[in-house]
T-cell receptor, first 116, second 112 residues
Framework: AQTVTQSQPEMSVQEAETVTLSCTYD???????LFWYKQPPSRQMILVIR??????QNATENRFSVNFQKAAKSFSLKISDSQLGDAAMYFC?????????????FGAGTRLTVKP | KAGVTQTPRYLIKTRGQQVTLSCSPI?????VSWYQQTPGQGLQFLFE???????NKGNFPGRFSGRQFSNSRSEMNVSTLELGDSALYLC???????????FGPGTRLTVT
């Protein structure tokens, strides 16, 4: 079974600075998808960024980028120029390559605080 | 397009009662997945419905059930509620051939 581990329960960053959230996963599959979701106090889960395992290039979405290390099974999220609105819970998630399986596995989450 | 909607947003029930939660996916999405989120267990997959059929199931007791209608709207039901069922229940929809899930705002269930 696939498992996702986020070893940082809480992180803090100064506004305008850069922060990196860590995520590791365990799987026997060679192809899969990885995601970072943001959950603000409103509880709405928002997709931040996605990465296909078959792609070597790291995904980037504006201020958000990932460092995907397939061999190490590591998938970290870097937030540049942090803003107050980035404060939220961040969840790393894994999805199998199987098209008919939308069972996503989530890490325990990292609570990010942004200091003004 | 309108996003995923869930009703009701908040619910308070008593132990032993049953509850039904509703989820309307994004228009055109036929897959609906349900998740339970608690402080202790985190986000756990309940089940997935696709084209009115349960396609995948997580490790939850039979008290948790669901169904999907022809318009892709889905409901989940929890019977004989227990205190431990208090949680945020999230549903997510996925477009055919896609792997991205889009979440609704959730239903906060409190069991007293």
């Amino acid at each position: 079974a696939q498992t996702v581990t986020q070893s940082q329960p809480e992180m803090s960053v100064q506004e305008a600075e850069t922060v990196t959230l860590s995520c590791t996963y365990d799987t026997s599959e060679s192809d899969y998808y990885l995601f970072w979701y943001k959950q603000p106090p409103s509880r709405q889960m928002i997709l931040v960024i996605r990465q296909e395992a078959y792609k070597q290039q790291n995904a980037t979405e504006n201020r958000f980028s990932v460092n995907f290390q397939k061999a190490a099974k590591s998938f970290s999220l870097k937030i540049s120029d942090s803003q107050l609105g980035d404060a939220a819970m961040y969840f790393c998630a894994y999805r199998s390559w199987r098209y008919n399986n939308n069972d996503m596995r989530f890490g325990a989450g990292t609570r990010l605080t942004v200091k003004p | 397009k309108a996003g995923v909607t869930q009703t009701p947003r908040y619910l308070i029930k008593t132990r032993g009662q049953q509850v039904t939660l509703s989820c309307s996916p994004i228009s055109g999405h036929r897959s609906v997945s349900w998740y339970q989120q608690t402080p202790g267990q985190g986000l756990q997959f309940l089940f997935e419905y696709f084209s009115e059929t349960q396609r995948n199931k997580g490790n939850f007791p039979g008290r948790f059930s669901g169904r999907q209608f022809s318009n892709s709207r889905s409901e989940m039901n929890v019977s004989t509620l227990e205190l431990g069922d208090s949680a945020l229940y999230l549903c997510a929809s996925t477009a055919d051939g896609s792997y991205e899930q889009y979440f609704g705002p959730g239903t906060r269930l409190t069991v007293t």
